[in-house]
């Protein structure tokens, strides 16, 4: 059995690489990017006009002048005007380009306007006001998106501003859920006395859609013979293989004899953690596969904790930060094993992040697990964990 980090590090050192593709830029939200976005022009394209106003040649002012007649008018959407006359202004609009000739606008609010004269009530004006220079956010060819960023509408928009109206994201993995057991039904069926309804294959699926991913589901009885003709395709067929169920110590846990029989390398079996001791982790060829237990909060931990580092790291999503939280409540925990707690999050007065355990039965108690935001991770080694220690933290809302 080994260490929770240990097995982190082994999931994540064993990447899977899926290419990347092109995609519209709406179509790209959530992926990583894989090229970077530069400027195809500077930022702003020119000296743009920031408010509504006039827009005069500052040494005017200096000299004393307060009224200016009006040349012309300059909207956003012109080609750039020229004030010729000397002490005129121009009426210019937010997003129109600087008339040339000008250097500073006043704004409306700082003006009273009579039969085409400007009156300037302002004793102070400062050079370049209201004028937003070209190429004062970025230079020409500047960096604006860094490869390996997630899109976000930020980035959408930034896209757009760039004209990158196709995007070359990172692929993502083609995947299959599976579930395990003979126990499991539909959830439009009624179960019968010895029945459950088949919840993991929702949350597993449903967690892959947040991460843009649509994928396939299966179920298998365990039947030894059955499940190792179906695996043999699936194997052969995916990038990824999540499945839950039968890799415990069980009469009928097949799964991991199966997995080892058709080619598949162990990579680890057990990790010294609760919940989800039992989940095996391997790989044949292309295809990883996560066996988790079939306990839903086994499973619902696993995914979130290995899942989603393997993902990212496949994906080359830059290392998340890793977020801590105070315990409100003492706890004491025997086995040696890391402890993945369910906690709900809430802010103290300074803004520090408390955990306050659940109380739960364990692994099968589903019903807990929408009570809490995420698990708190308790260090082997140590049993009694004191109101206001700080430990790490897995949100998962
Ligand atoms: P197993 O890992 O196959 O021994 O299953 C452990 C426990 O999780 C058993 O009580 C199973 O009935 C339950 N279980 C297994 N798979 C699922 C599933 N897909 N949905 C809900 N419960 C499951
Ligand atoms: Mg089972």
Redesign the pocket.
Same mark, same amino acid.
């Given at each position: 059995m080994i260490d929770v980090d240990k097995a982190l590090e082994i999931v994540t050192s064993n990447r899977g690489d899926f290419g990347t593709e092109l995609v519209s830029l709406s179509q790209s939200i959530g992926r990583v990017l894989k090229e970077s976005w530069h400027t195809d022009r500077p930022l702003p394209p020119y000296d743009r006009v920031t408010m509504d106003g006039i827009a005069i040649a500052h040494q005017d002012f200096s000299d004393g002048k307060r009224k200016f007649s009006l040349e012309g008018v300059a909207a956003a959407g012109d080609s750039q005007k020229e004030k010729k006359e000397p002490g005129t202004c121009y009426e210019v609009m937010t997003g129109a380009i600087l008339p040339l000739g000008c250097d500073t606008v006043i704004r409306y609010e700082d003006l009273t306007i009579t039969e085409g004269l400007a009156l300037i009530n302002l004793s102070e004006v400062i050079k370049h006001k209201n004028v937003h220079h070209k190429g004062s956010d970025r230079q020409l060819e500047e960096l604006v998106v860094a490869t390996n960023t997630i899109i976000s509408p930020a980035e959408i928009g930034v896209g757009a501003s760039l004209g990158q109206h196709k995007v070359k994201v990172a692929k993502l993995p083609q995947a299959i859920i599976i =579930?395990? @057991?003979n126990?499991?039904v539909d959830i439009d069926q009624k179960p019968l006395a010895h029945q459950?309804?088949?919840?993991?294959?929702f949350q597993i699926s449903t967690f892959l859609s947040t991460l843009g991913i649509d994928c396939d589901t299966a179920h298998l009885i365990d039947n030894k013979k059955e499940i190792k003709s179906q695996m043999q395709n699936y194997l052969n067929q995916y990038d990824v293989i999540l499945m839950?169920?039968?890799? =415990?110590k @069980?009469k009928y846990?097949f799964l991991p004899e199966v997995l080892e029989e058709l080619g598949a390398q162990k990579l680890f079996h057990k990790v010294a953690q609760r919940p989800g001791k039992?989940f095996w982790f391997g790989r044949r060829e292309s295809c990883t596969i996560f066996a988790f237990?079939?306990?839903?909060i086994s499973?619902f931990m696993c995914m979130h904790y290995y899942f989603a580092e393997w993902l990212a790291e496949s994906l080359g999503v830059p290392l998340r930060k890793t977020q801590y939280a105070a315990l409100t409540n003492p706890i004491e925990f025997n086995p040696d094993l890391t402890y993945f707690l369910e906690v709900k999050i809430s802010y103290s007065s300074t803004g520090q992040l408390l955990a306050t355990p659940q109380k739960g039965n364990g692994s099968?108690d589903?019903a807990n697990l929408a009570e809490a935001d995420a698990f708190i991770k308790l260090p082997r080694g140590k049993n009694n964990f004191d109101k206001g220690e700080v430990y790490p933290i897995l949100l998962y809302r």
């Open positions: =579930s395990t @057991g126990e499991l459950i309804r088949k919840s993991n294959v839950s169920g039968g890799v =415990s @069980g846990d039992p237990p079939g306990n839903p499973s099968g589903l």
